[in-house]
Structure formats: structure tokens, C-alpha cells
């Protein structure tokens, strides 16, 4: 059974910067797409990236193309999302999934990591 565990959440100020990062066990990822999802309070919960393990091609939304970077590291099964020039939109719980065409592929989830960005 894979267990997704995600870390690296916090509280920021806008402007400011974080690192998450997602750690797969249960199986070793050497293809398909892992990415990130997140969920707002009262909102349903939106893909943000994901990154193919093999190519390293990656898939952003608009809103935060050109701030957030995903990165993998195949040897540890982990995947990375740098966020830079946070905005208060971008708080939520992050959640990382494997991923097909933007749709969450896994069907258990972990336990997210929450992102707050203060104005």
C-alpha cells in the first residue's frame, strides 16, 4: 500500500517562501506523474503541478507559473514544490497524489501539510 507523507507547511508572510516536500513508500515511482493538489477552506481541492518521474516534464496552473517549481528525487521516491512569491491565495492544505491528466490517481490520501500566507 503506498503511504503519501507530506511536510515543509507553514506560516509566511506574503512575498515569502517555502519548500514542500512528498515522501512515497509502498511502491518505488519510476513512471507516471506525481504532483500537488491543494484545498482552500470551503473550496474543493484544485491540482497545482505535477512532474513525470522519468523525463522530469512538468504541468503548472496558471496562477502560479513562474513562483512554484517541482522537482523530483527519484532515489529517495520524493517530490518537491518550491514556492516562492507566496500570496495569500495560496493558502491551503497540499496534498501530493500520483496524477493523470490533473486528476488525483491514488485513492488514499495523506495527511497534507498546511500553507498560510499573511498579507
Known amino acids: 500500500q503506498v503511504q503519501l507523507v507530506e511536510s515543509g507547511g507553514g506560516l509566511v508572510q506574503a512575498g515569502g517562501s517555502l519548500r514542500l516536500s512528498c515522501a512515497a513508500s509502498?511502491?518505488?515511482?519510476?513512471?507516471?506523474?506525481m504532483g500537488w493538489f491543494r484545498q482552500a477552506p470551503g473550496k474543493e481541492r484544485e491540482f497545482v503541478a505535477s512532474?513525470?518521474?522519468?523525463?522530469?516534464?512538468?504541468d503548472y496552473i496558471d496562477s502560479v507559473k513562474g513562483r512554484f517549481t517541482i522537482s523530483r528525487d527519484a532515489g529517495k521516491n520524493t517530490v518537491y514544490l518550491q514556492m516562492n512569491s507566496l500570496k495569500p491565495e495560496d493558502t491551503a492544505v497540499y496534498y501530493c497524489?500520483?496524477?493523470?491528466?490533473?486528476?488525483?490517481?491514488?485513492?488514499?490520501w495523506g495527511q497534507g501539510t498546511q500553507v498560510t500566507v499573511s498579507s
Open positions: 509502498g511502491r518505488t515511482f519510476s513512471s507516471g506523474d
Open positions: 497524489n500520483e496524477v493523470q491528466r490533473r486528476r488525483p490517481v491514488l485513492f488514499d
Open positions: 512532474i513525470n518521474w522519468s523525463s522530469g516534464s512538468t
